[in-house]
């Protein structure tokens, strides 16, 4: 068992569905990441929040939209996804976005859209 | 262009025989050396983190090493429950903050 939470686990949505990923983590840190993984590739990172502030934005398209309510939460809107678009989606926290700890990632969210 | 390239792609071992995986970088502002661990529908799992050449990080029967301009992943005496595919990732500056990229990963299938 990992110690960052996402869910769903495995969402199906249409292209013109909105729906929205959910990670949580207990550990007190203080940066978060999402980052997208395609079938037999490495992660991709697409944003980095660091103390709830965006701090990295990876020329991810706005139908992606990534939200930090607060130092525990990270979510990740989406709407008017294509199907390129269908990956595993996953989240990770870190002690800092300075400090030399590791990331630790979340089981992912499988994303297909139809 | 900073760039991680891992080798091999993919390795089968047999129980018991000893192997090396490799992780070649060339980047600038090199700020730590992580490797990982994925299972099938999982998310990667943390391993080891090295920052300078001449280190060395052990866990049971993996060992990971690293000079200025590779790392290696020792597996000593393997196990079928050793199969994964690992994840190499070096971590850099980026502006205020630092991003980690990731090479392409070794799937290692380790057979009874």
């Known amino acids: 068992d990992t110690e960052v939470t996402q869910t769903p686990k495995h969402l199906v949505m249409g292209m013109t569905n909105k729906k929205s990923l959910k990670c949580e983590q207990h550990?007190?840190?203080?940066?978060m990441y999402w980052y997208k993984q395609k079938a037999k590739k490495p992660p991709e990172l697409m944003f980095v929040?660091?103390?709830?502030?965006?701090?990295i934005n990876e020329s991810v398209p706005s139908r992606f939209s990534p939200e930090c309510p607060n130092s525990s939460l990270l979510n990740l809107h989406l709407h008017a996804l294509q199907p390129e678009d269908s990956a595993l989606y996953l989240c990770?926290?870190?002690?800092?976005?300075?400090?030399?700890?590791?990331?630790?990632f979340g089981d992912g969210t499988r994303l297909s859209i139809l | 262009e900073d760039q991680v390239t891992q080798s091999p792609e993919a390795l089968r071992l047999q129980e018991g025989e000893s192997s090396s995986l490799n992780c070649s970088y060339t980047?600038?502002?090199?700020?730590?050396l992580f490797w990982y661990r994925q299972d099938p529908g999982k998310g990667p799992e943390f391993l080891f983190t090295?920052?300078?050449a001449g280190e060395e990080k052990e866990k049971e029967r993996l060992k990971a090493t690293i000079t200025k301009k590779e790392s290696f992943l020792h597996i000593t005496a393997p196990k079928p429950e050793d199969s994964a595919t690992y994840l190499c990732?070096?971590?850099?500056?980026?502006?205020?903050?630092?991003?980690?990229?990731f090479g392409s990963g070794t799937r290692l299938l380790v057979r009874p």
């Open positions: 990770a926290s870190s002690q800092d976005k300075a400090g030399n700890q590791p990331q630790h």
């Open positions: 550990m007190g840190h203080r940066a």
């Open positions: 929040y660091s103390y709830e502030k965006l701090s």
């Open positions: 980047v600038s502002g090199l700020r730590g």
């Open positions: 090295l920052y300078s």
């Open positions: 990732a070096v971590r850099l500056r980026m502006d205020s903050s630092y991003k980690l990229i």
